[in-house]
T-cell receptor, first 110, second 112 residues
Framework: KQEVTQIPAALSVPEGENLVLNCSFTDSAIYNLQWFRQDPGKGLTSLLLIQSSQREQTSGRLNASLDKSSGRSTLYIAASQPGDSATYLCAVSQGNKLVFGAGTILRVKS | DAGVIQSPRHEVTEMGQEVTLRCKPISGHDYLFWYRQTMMRGLELLIYFNNNVPIDDSGMPEDRFSAKMPNASFSTLKIQPSEPRDSAVYFC??????????FGDGTRLSIL
């Protein structure tokens, strides 16, 4: 059974800092990996999707990497801003099903 | 693009009552997913459809839960009878193939 773990569970950083969120998964037979953002009381917004054949994806200040063989992904956020404060979830796709991690709660202090 | 639309946004009802949650996926998307989110268990997939056909309902917790997708633009998740432990946020999501998942804002369900 696929298990997805995210570390740390919570993170508080000052504005402007670069930061890394970590995601690990137990079964490397994945189709793709997605990073989502969830704001309080809202649904999830897909930030980046990395296909299993890819190593990384970039969007603006966000960069996600994937090492399928070791079962790890990282989300790098450059020059963090208070507006980045949210819960970040990692999810791996097996078949057509997404298996989610518990998320990392990020707070960026101004 | 209106996004995935869920209704109601909030539902409070008494134990034993029937609850129906509704979802309108993004036009053109061929996959529809129902998830449940709780503090204890995180996000769990309940059921998903492909081209209106239920493909995997192994995440549906009990027979009290049922889901339908009568056409490409509408799906329901029904709980009958409801119990307090069903209290959670229920999300509907849709996607085109195995592309990015698009989530609705969820229905916050409270069973008293």
């Amino acid at each position: 059974k696929q298990e997805v773990t995210q570390i740390p569970a919570a993170l508080s950083v000052p504005e402007g800092e670069n930061l890394v969120l970590n995601c690990s998964f137990t079964d490397s037979a994945i189709y793709n990996l997605q990073w989502f953002r969830q704001d309080p009381g809202k649904g999830l917004t897909s930030l980046l999707l990395i296909q299993s054949s890819q190593r990384e994806q970039t969007s603006g200040r966000l960069n996600a990497s994937l090492d399928k063989s070791s079962g790890r992904s990282t989300l790098y956020i450059a020059a963090s801003q208070p507006g980045d404060s949210a819960t970040y979830l990692c999810a791996v796709s097996q078949g057509n099903k997404l298996v989610f991690g518990a998320g990392t709660i990020l707070r960026v202090k101004s | 693009d209106a996004g995935v639309i869920q209704s109601p946004r909030h539902e409070v009802t008494e134990m034993g009552q029937e609850v129906t949650l509704r979802c309108k996926p993004i036009s053109g998307h061929d996959y529809l997913f129902w998830y449940r989110q709780t503090m204890m268990r995180g996000l769990e997939l309940l059921i998903y459809f492909n081209n209106n056909v239920p493909i995997d309902d192994s995440g549906m917790p009990e027979d009290r839960f049922s889901a339908k997708m009568p056409n490409a633009s509408f799906s329901t998740l029904k709980i009958q009878p409801s119990e307090p432990r069903d209290s959670a946020v229920y999300f509907c999501a849709s996607s085109q193939g195995q592309g990015k998942g698009h989530f609705g804002d969820g229905t916050r369900l409270s069973i008293l």
